[in-house]
């Protein structure tokens, strides 16, 4: 704000600026992790940064690469759940109104500015079980007894492209023919689309 | 739930097997790719040639039936086929990164999926062009069942006005013309395994 004068005579004029878009909000996003997710959306994220209250918190996922000052027709919005003044949660909405795009990520306090600082989400297409596939030597025949097998479940999308990211939930079971008995398995996400299954078969 | 393409898998071991034929990238699995790119050629090569028209009589009914029989088996295998090309693909890809792919292996995996997709293009014209023909057979057979049940019945009928009915043609004789009545059912028989032959392969296989 700003007023003054001259020679003991005030000028009676008074001027104002709102820097808040500039300067932002008292509160601030910095990460979110995961930063990436499926187009389906109901992926739980955790959104960090300052100055987060318990209060109406809105999450806002604008497509593209660049924050904006009010949520656009762009922008879907959920709500936050506060965690600590350092931390928010939420589940990313559905994108598929805009297909596997970019997205930004700003968030805004009891009907306050949008911060200025904002992070990036990835959306990709859903992995798609019956597009994905598993080969490795522990799907064939004539393996070796008493020695750890593996095999590699490739995950892919509904386009048949390999994904490129983890975290998606494979349940495997690996049953004994005979009396069904089930034979333990580790399954590791490697990050990339790809799971390796391992297990061991102790007797022939 | 639903299932990884291809799922459930079905796996087999051996105290005989050596250790690293469960390694990733063990003799195991050289085998199964070598054995999988050398079964695909195969099968690509015999179904293109036994799908093809061209040069063939295919009026000939037992000649539209074996051309139906690649076509079809295209259409009912896609997608094993896929999902065993996609398989091989990343498998390659696999032991490419750990530095012992064989380029030859690659461009002959893609070599088999361009094909593939040639063979599937083919498979839905030859069928188009077939569809009439196997229509007209399908109509055909179907007279030809119902003519063979009226064959039949007149048969039937007619078999009990032959002389062995009568007594007055003795055991011998009897004996001696049923021998014929066996001979004459024995086509019958065949005729029914024809016509089922035909029936089951024109898709109406109850009819007979």
Redesign the interface.
């Known amino acids: 704000m700003l007023f003054g004068g001259w020679s003991n005579g005030w000028l009676n004029d008074f001027y104002s600026l709102n820097v808040s878009k500039i300067t932002g909000p008292p509160y601030a996003v910095t990460d979110i992790v995961p930063a990436l997710g499926q187009l389906s959306g109901n992926v739980p994220v955790t959104i960090k940064g300052v100055g987060f209250k318990d209060a109406n918190i809105k999450v806002i996922f604008t497509c593209g690469k660049t924050p904006v000052d009010a949520p656009s027709k762009m922008s879907i919005e959920v709500t936050g759940t506060f965690v600590s003044e350092t931390e928010v949660t939420c589940f990313t909405p559905n994108y598929e109104a805009f297909g596997p795009k970019d997205a930004i990520v700003q968030l805004s306090i009891q009907g306050g500015d949008l911060t200025t600082t904002w992070c990036p989400f990835t959306y990709f297409m859903n992995t798609r079980a019956y597009k994905s596939l598993a080969y490795g030597p522990g799907l064939l025949g004539e393996g070796s007894v008493g020695h750890p097998t593996e095999f590699i479940i490739q995950a892919r999308n509904e386009l048949g492209e390999n994904r490129k990211s983890g975290r998606d939930n494979f349940q495997v079971r690996i049953l004994k023919v005979g009396d069904n008995s089930e034979i333990p398995n580790t399954l590791l996400d490697k990050d990339n689309g790809s799971y390796s299954v391992k297990y061991e078969v102790p007797e022939e | ?7 459930p ?7 005989a ?8 990238t ?1 003799p ?2 050289v085998k ?1 790719i070598s054995s999988g790119l050398e079964e695909l050629h195969s099968f690509i090569v015999e179904t293109t040639k036994g799908a093809q028209t061209k040069d063939k009589n295919i009026q000939d009914v037992k000649t539209l039936i074996s051309v139906k029989d690649y076509v079809e088996s295209v259409f009912q295998q896609t997608d094993d086929i896929i ?1 065993k090309i ?2 091989l693909e ?2 390659l890809k ?1 032991f490419q990164e750990h530095g012992i792919g064989k380029d030859n292996q690659v461009k002959q995996i893609k070599r088999l999926s361009d094909e593939f997709a040639n063979l599937r293009k083919l498979a839905k014209d030859i069928r188009k062009e077939i569809t009439p023909l196997v229509q007209a057979e399908k109509e055909k057979t179907t007279n030809m069942i119902k003519k063979f049940e009226e064959d039949l019945k007149v048969y039937t009928t007619e078999l009990k006005k032959r002389d062995f009915y009568q007594y007055k043609t003795g055991t011998q004789e009897a004996k001696a013309r049923l021998s014929l009545v066996g001979d004459e059912l024995k086509q019958f028989d065949d005729r029914i395994v024809d016509l089922g032959y035909n029936a089951t392969k024109f898709d109406n296989p109850d009819m007979i």
């Not at chain 2, 739930?1 to 799922?7: A, K, L, Q």
């Not at chain 2, 898998?9 to 105290?15: L, T």
């Not at chain 2, 097997?17 to 990733?24: D, E, G, H, I, K």
Request: glycine fraction near 6%; aromatic fraction near 12%.
């Open positions: 739930m639903v299932h990884v393409r291809g799922s898998y079905k796996a087999s071991f051996k105290a097997s050596a250790a690293n034929f469960n390694n990733l063990g195991a699995m199964y999902l996609d398989c990343e498998s696999m």
